[in-house]
């Protein structure tokens, strides 16, 4: 059984900051990628930012500059720093994980953490 465990969501004025974290935990053995999304309703699921085990970043285009992605490997844990906040950042984050559990790899999904940003 595999757990990503979210945190750091909540309320905050436009260009505010709120720190996501997400640890993983159980039995996950090794992990590839790491990433945050968003998912509006009504709306599909979109990449936020994902970092691979060495440190290679992607962001999308509305993030950069804004947001940071990092992550602690012997934690297995990442964050999301979100600086500058604007209200249309205003929805679910979800973790999610790629990571090997001894026989295959899987993805793996956090319950989200709401994110709001008021005008």
């Known amino acids: 059984q595999v757990q990503l465990v979210e945190s750091g969501g909540g309320l905050v004025q436009a260009g505010g900051s709120l720190r996501l974290s997400c640890a993983a935990s159980?039995?996950?053995?090794?992990?590839?990628?790491m990433g945050w999304y968003r998912q509006a309703p009504g709306k599909q699921r979109e990449l936020v930012a994902r970092i691979t085990r060495d440190g290679s970043t992607n962001y999308a285009d509305s993030v950069k500059g804004r947001f940071t992605i990092s992550r602690d490997n012997a934690k297995n844990t990442v964050y999301l720093q979100m600086n500058s906040l604007k209200p249309e950042d205003t929805t679910v984050y979800y973790c999610n994980a790629h990571g090997w559990d001894g026989s295959s790899w899987e993805q793996y999904w956090g319950q989200g953490t709401q994110v709001t940003v008021s005008s």
């Open positions: 159980g039995s996950i053995f090794s992990i590839n990628v």
